[in-house]
């Protein structure tokens, strides 16, 4: 059987143990001199979106130095080619939504200016997994050469961008004089070295993120499976989600990872994806999540000083306006996620985005995301004052029920 016409799952899976046992995997690639990644993550040309999860993975096991990919639609409409011969390197997407044409009271569809018809996105009835094929561009003649990817030029410190997520985690962290990391999940407990002992900050900040995405799994967090469990293969599981988790922090905050720490769950990564191949897209789930809860602390954080400085320009502003509903510029957080009311839609449905994974969705109010954002915007609005905000509250406890209740 052509390997091509495999589930995308398999298909890493079988490039991912053949890399994992000749050291070349995306997390075994070590450091460069300045601690910078050896790579970049794989992201859209067009777009600028970084590809996730099992796409992500798919991507960056084909070893392109190039981090830019497009499907072969979007280089035609760019005007560059794709070179002949060429063969795409598969992803995968879920569609929830579909674009119909918009109509009126007669059921003809409504033309904008130029007579072409207007289009909205409307929910499936159920979701549906789409193939695409992309690119490299590598693979493609006449797209400019490389440069810093917009948006992603470094304008701060990535150390001090580290420490404050790190800070306003809440995490409790202990160091001792110990050649060992590791995160106690009975006392909730980060233990590290030294900061003297690494050989860089960066490689300080680096194991410490790796050993913060266990934390994630606390039940009064995310409550990861993987986590709770004993044994070398419950360990190697957790680990490979903490390893991706941890490479796509690197890359984010420009830090890198130390890929030498977790040589020793190799053989236990293998046996678990050659037992399991679709073991490698549950982790890359999981590292996505524990990506979005981490980065969702600096968003919240963001979004907190961002609501103090709009209400001390606005001392005589009525707080107690709009506070019973949702409502267009409302901003969120919740679950270590920013959702972003952006506008209303038709039977009192509300366009809504959730950062940073950039998902958009619609909201009726009785949807129980919508009672629950509800509840977190009435508790921001009814706190007393709005002096500089205490450690975020990562998971409130309504949440650690829910998760308990839908196990």
């Not at 988790?245 to 990872?257: N, P, R, T, V």
């Not at 981490?294 to 320009?313: C, M, N, P, S, V």
């Not at 509800?374 to 609005?381: D, F, Y």
Request: proline share 6%.
């Amino acid at each position: 059987m052509d390997s091509r016409n495999q589930p995308l799952y398999l298909q890493v899976a079988q490039r991912l143990i053949e890399q994992l046992k000749a050291g070349t995997s995306p997390w075994q690639k070590p450091w460069n001199g300045n601690g910078i990644p050896a790579f970049s993550m794989p992201y859209n040309q067009q777009t600028l979106k970084r590809y996730k999860g099992i796409n992500a993975i798919n991507l960056l096991l084909s070893a392109r130095e190039d981090p830019r990919w497009m499907t072969f639609r979007q280089a035609e409409l760019a005007g560059y080619r794709v070179n002949r011969n060429e063969k795409g390197t598969l992803i995968q997407f879920v569609k929830t939504q579909e674009r119909c044409p918009v109509l009126d009271d007669r059921g003809s569809p409504v033309l904008d200016g130029e007579g072409n018809p207007l289009l909205e996105s409307r929910p499936l009835s159920r979701a549906i997994v789409s193939n695409a094929w992309v690119f490299n561009a590598s693979q493609i003649s006449g797209i400019p050469p490389l440069i810093e990817q917009p948006g992603r030029k470094i304008d701060w410190d990535p150390i001090e961008r580290a420490e404050e997520l790190i800070r306003h985690s809440g995490a409790r962290i202990n160091h001792q004089f110990i050649d060992q990391a590791y995160y106690h999940i009975s006392f909730d407990l980060i233990t590290l070295p030294e900061r003297i002992q690494f050989s860089s900050p960066a490689g300080y900040y680096a194991t410490l993120l790796h050993e913060l995405a266990h934390w994630t799994g606390h039940p009064s967090r995310l409550d990861r499976e993987s986590l709770m469990k004993n044994g070398i293969e419950a360990y190697a599981r957790e680990e490979l989600r903490a390893e991706i988790a941890s490479m796509l922090l690197g890359d984010e905050l420009h830090i890198g990872h130390d890929p030498s720490q977790h040589a020793a769950y190799v053989e236990s990564w293998v046996s678990i994806l050659e037992n399991n191949p679709v073991e490698i897209h549950s982790a890359a789930m999981d590292a996505e999540k524990i990506f979005s809860f981490l980065i969702g602390i600096e968003f919240e954080l963001k979004r907190k000083l961002e609501q103090q400085t709009r209400h001390a320009a606005l001392p005589g502003e009525d707080r107690s306006v709009n506070i019973r509903y949702l409502t267009t510029g409302d901003e969120i957080g919740y679950k270590g996620n920013l959702y972003q009311i952006q506008g209303h839609l038709k039977q009192g449905r509300l366009r809504v985005v959730q950062l940073p994974s950039g998902l958009h969705f619609t909201l009726s109010m009785g949807d129980g995301l919508y009672q629950s954002l509800l509840k977190v915007k009435l508790a921001q609005k009814t706190a007393v004052g709005f002096s500089a905000a205490p450690p975020i509250p990562l998971r409130p406890d309504v949440a650690v029920n829910k998760e308990k209740n839908r196990r």
